[in-house]
């Protein structure tokens, strides 16, 4: 990709965004979700917040069917694909997904809070956390 | 940042207002279906580096359970990653002399990782009962919808209604007070954890299905060994008399008695509740809180957690 758009969404809003440090200089869309935010009955708190998160960043604000705005925004800047945040939520998946049918898509990892050599076992908090603590405490060291 | 310079066209959003007044009026204007005003709780990275200024580690670990405690108030931008977890971790690691003054806080930034990684696993799965509920009610017993007076925040019990009316007009509550919220609801008033679920992700500007289902779930006990429930006293414990003082049902308290007598009047006998097991079958830690009592066997929850 030699000139991607980013597409930064909710899981991802913050200067740490890899897609925003791997390109600091491409044009970055967020949409609001009109879909999601009219079936989950999102608050005008939400909004707000998102809204306010959004212009501390250097993005452009659209609303509606995210898929749409964000292909349609890689057309207004003749991008060759898209450059995104991999997210947890299936909803930001299933976006991806469509993405991906259109055009080329690069997914970067956000930085982990604990990186574990193999998946941890789930299913009851202190199981994962017994194999994670200990790594997370890896990087720490005290001052003296 | 360097910031990007696109031209705008017909349909972008504007990105300069006079006042937080005028972002409302935008609000309303381009999104009429969302309810509300905005929340007193700024969004935006220089409101979330202010808020982790003040992180005290130390403090937190004493007095998290305390609705007055030195709390961080950082999930709404945990949350939308406006904060990662890695880098409140390192400001955790930065601001602490010693492990033992940081480990819960750590502890609970790792509730939020589990969380997500259990979405990660269950994707839409999230949405059902992982697990039979251990109440001894059936499933179908609980209403599907949200009661007009839980929503109104009009039962008359002070505490609750208090609870809703913060929910609402700041997006935020404490993690003590979701966990009474979601006991009272499931459990006295016989709601569906999902209605109550729901009815949270409409509000909490941290609202995350990862963390609020499977947290309401935990309460429930479609994902735990055993429902959680509280009684008047550790309300007033963690809580203050505050809401009791002016509470027009103070003398018909359904929270008042013991765990014991409590535990009689809301669950039918089943043994997975009465039981005081020997600590294979039980659930181990709870959605980061320390000083719950589930109960008879509760107080072992604590116990319970890992050793190391
Ligand atoms: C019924 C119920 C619903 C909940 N819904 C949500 C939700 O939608 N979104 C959400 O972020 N949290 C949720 N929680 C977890 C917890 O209540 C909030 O994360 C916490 O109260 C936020 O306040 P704080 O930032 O001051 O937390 P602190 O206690 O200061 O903790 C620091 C950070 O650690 C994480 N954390 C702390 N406790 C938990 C926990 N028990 N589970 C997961 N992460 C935790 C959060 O990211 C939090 O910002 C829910 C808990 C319950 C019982």
Redesign the pocket.
């Known amino acids: 990709m030699k000139r991607p758009i980013l597409w930064i969404h909710e899981e991802a809003l913050g200067p740490a965004n890899p897609a925003l440090r791997a390109w600091p200089e491409a044009p970055a869309l967020f949409v609001f979700d009109t879909r999601w935010i009219q079936n989950s009955r999102i608050s005008r708190k939400r909004l707000g917040f998102l809204y306010e998160t959004a212009l501390e960043l250097p993005l452009t604000l659209r609303k509606g069917d995210v898929v749409a705005e964000v292909l349609a925004f890689a057309r207004r800047h003749q991008a060759d694909g898209v450059v995104t945040s991999t997210g947890v939520d299936p909803r930001l998946q299933q976006i991806a997904e469509a993405i991906e049918t259109e055009l080329p898509l690069q997914e970067l990892d956000p930085d982990p809070f604990v990186e574990l050599s193999r998946p941890p076992r789930l299913g009851r908090f202190s199981r994962y956390w017994r194999e994670a603590e200990p790594v997370v405490w890896e990087s720490y060291s005290p001052a003296g | 940042m360097p910031t990007v310079q696109t031209t705008s066209i017909p349909g972008d959003l504007p990105r300069t207002f006079a006042s937080r007044k005028e972002l409302e009026r935008l609000l309303v204007e381009e999104f009429p279906s969302a309810e509300g005003s905005l929340s007193p709780i700024r969004g935006g990275r220089q409101a979330a580096e202010a808020k982790l200024s003040q992180v005290n580690p130390a403090r ?1 670990a004493k007095s ?1 359970n305390h609705l007055k405690g030195a ?5 709404p931008y ?2 939308h990653g406006v904060l990662t ?1 890695a880098e ?1 971790r390192d400001a955790v690691f930065q601001r602490i002399r010693n492990r033992n003054d940081g480990s819960k ?1 750590i502890n ?2 790792g ?2 990782d589990f ?1 997500q990684r259990m979405w990660l696993d269950l994707g839409e799965g999230i949405h059902d009962d992982q697990e039979e509920p251990k109440t001894g009610h059936a499933a179908s017993s609980y209403a599907k919808e949200l009661p007009a007076d839980v929503r109104d925040g009009t039962t008359g019990l002070a505490c609750m209604d208090g609870f809703r009316d913060e929910l609402v007009s700041t997006g ?4 003590h007070a ?2 009474w ?2 006991a009272w609801l499931v459990h006295w008033r016989r709601v569906h954890w999902k209605a109550g ?1 729901d009815w ?2 409409e509000h ?1 500007i ?4 990862a ?2 289902h499977l ?2 779930q ?2 429930a006990s479609t994902f735990s060994h055993k429902p959680y429930f509280f009684n008047r006293d550790n309300l007033v414990r963690y809580g203050g008399t505050r809401h009791c003082d002016d509470c027009s049902s103070v003398h018909r308290c359904p929270f008042d008695g013991s765990y014991e007598q409590l535990e009689g009047q809301l669950f039918a006998p089943m043994p997975a509740i009465r039981s005081t097991g020997n600590g294979r079958n039980r659930r181990d830690g709870r ?3 320390s000083s719950v009592n589930r109960g008879r066997s509760g107080a072992s929850a604590a116990l319970a957690r890992p050793k190391r």
């Not at chain 2, 941290?206 to 299905?209: L, S």
Request: glycine share 8%.
């Open positions: 937190y998290r709390v961080t108030g950082l999930s945990i949350r977890l409140v806080l609970e930034l509730w939020r969380w935020w509550l404490h993690n979701r966990m919220m979601a679920a949270f992700l909490l941290d609202g995350d299905p963390s609020n947290s309401w935990w309460v959605p980061g809180n």
